[in-house]
Structures are given as structure tokens and as C-alpha cells.
T-cell receptor, first 110, second 114 residues
């Protein structure tokens, strides 16, 4: 079973920051938090991952709370192309299979 | 990154028949996976395709219904057997942790069973 819970849907205005929360209260010490997104039923696309430190790349930032029980994915300047379903996944680093939860459907509007 | 070719991209099949989906990668990969995505749902892992041995199936999936082959490190097939309308889904292959990067997914096979 998925070890994460996410809100089913969120809206965001174009150009604003999109903040997508994820709860993973049962996360273990060796488990990472990964984020993927899926646009129009295409194959999921990797966004970012982290263990306990905050991470940033060209797509997004990942903020993980100190107790690691929750995290937030931040898209700093959302565009219409960011409209997608975003999945937060907890994964042991040496386990390649991904167990998807229900995800958050992000709608970016003009 | 790896290039994944998944075929067919879509198909419409009669109930009771079988369809074999192919996943070809341009480089050798250790781990390959098959997922199903039913309409409006999230992705569900079907099985891990093991090279040279039987696939490892997740709970709720059985080899008779979803036989998988993995003859080498660049190729795998998933067969959906004795199809019913409930098998109408998108089926995706995935590579795990390819060369230290994150999982890649094929573009999927959209299957409709009538």
C-alpha cells in the first residue's frame, strides 16, 4: 500500500507558486520522498527527491519537515503546462519499484 | 537517459482474446517493471520483470492472467490474457534506477476491450 496521503486536487494561478503537500507519517529512516507527475496519461515524469534536507532543482523545490512526517513540493512559478497529477512516493533507496498513491490533481489557471 | 519504445501505443481488442505488449530499451537495464492504470485511477504495479527467471507479481496479479517475459536486459513483454472489459487500461513499462537516475516510463499502451 502507498505510504503517503495527498489532497485530491488543488488550483493555482499561473505565475504563482504552487505548494503541494504530502503526509508520510510512517516513513522510515532509510526511506526517501520522491515526486513524480503525470500529464494527460503520459508516462510519469520524475521531478525531485530527498531524504531529510531540502532540495532544489530546475523544476521544483522539496521541503521536508524536521520530523520527516510531511513534505511540500513547490513549483515556484506555475505555468499552464504544469497542470498534471502529482504523486508523492516514499521509497527505500535500493528498491526500484514505485508504489503510487492517489496523487494531487493540480489545475493551473490563467 | 534511456529511450523506451513501447508497442503498441493503443489497441482495441475483443473479449476473450490476448494482447502482448512489448517494451524495448536502447540500453541494458537491470530492473524493469509493468504497471496498470485503470481509467481515472493511479498507477498500480503489476510485477517486476526479472531477466532469466519468472517475474515477481504483486498482490492481486497472477502469472496466468499477465504472463511476462524478460529474455534479455533490453526487452520485456507483458501479455494480457483472456481479456474482459475490466482489463481496459493503460499499461506502462518502467525502468528502475537507470544508471543512478530515476525511474523512466514508457509512453504506455492504451487498451480497450470490447
Amino acid at each position: 500500500d502507498a505510504k503517503t496521503t495527498q489532497p485530491p486536487s488543488m488550483d493555482c494561478a499561473e505565475g504563482r507558486a504552487a505548494n503541494l503537500p504530502c503526509n508520510h507519517s510512517t516513513i522510515s529512516g532509510n526511506e526517501y520522498v520522491y515526486w513524480y507527475r503525470q500529464i494527460h496519461s503520459q508516462g510519469p515524469q520524475y521531478i525531485i527527491h530527498g531524504l531529510k534536507n531540502n532540495e532544489t532543482n530546475e523544476m521544483a523545490s522539496l521541503i521536508i519537515t524536521e520530523d520527516r512526517k510531511s513534505s511540500t513540493l513547490i513549483l515556484p512559478h506555475a505555468t499552464l503546462r504544469d497542470t498534471a497529477v502529482y504523486y508523492c512516493i516514499v521509497r527505500t533507496y535500493n528498491t526500484d519499484k514505485l508504489i503510487f498513491g492517489t496523487g494531487t490533481r493540480l489545475q493551473v489557471f490563467p | 537517459s534511456a529511450v523506451i519504445s513501447q508497442k503498441p501505443s493503443r489497441d482495441i481488442c475483443q473479449r476473450g482474446t490476448s494482447l502482448t505488449i512489448q517494451c524495448q530499451v536502447d540500453s541494458q537495464v537491470t530492473m524493469m517493471f509493468w504497471y496498470r492504470q485503470q481509467p481515472g485511477q493511479s498507477l498500480t504495479l503489476i510485477a517486476t520483470a526479472n531477466q532469466g527467471s519468472e517475474a515477481t507479481y504483486e498482490s492481486g496479479f497472477v502469472i496466468d492472467k499477465f504472463p511476462i517475459s524478460r529474455p534479455n536486459l533490453t526487452f520485456s513483454t507483458l501479455t494480457v490474457s483472456n481479456m474482459s472489459p475490466e482489463d481496459s487500461s493503460i499499461y506502462l513499462c518502467s525502468l528502475g534506477n537507470f544508471r543512478g537516475t530515476e525511474a523512466f516510463f514508457g509512453q504506455g499502451t492504451r487498451l480497450t476491450v470490447v
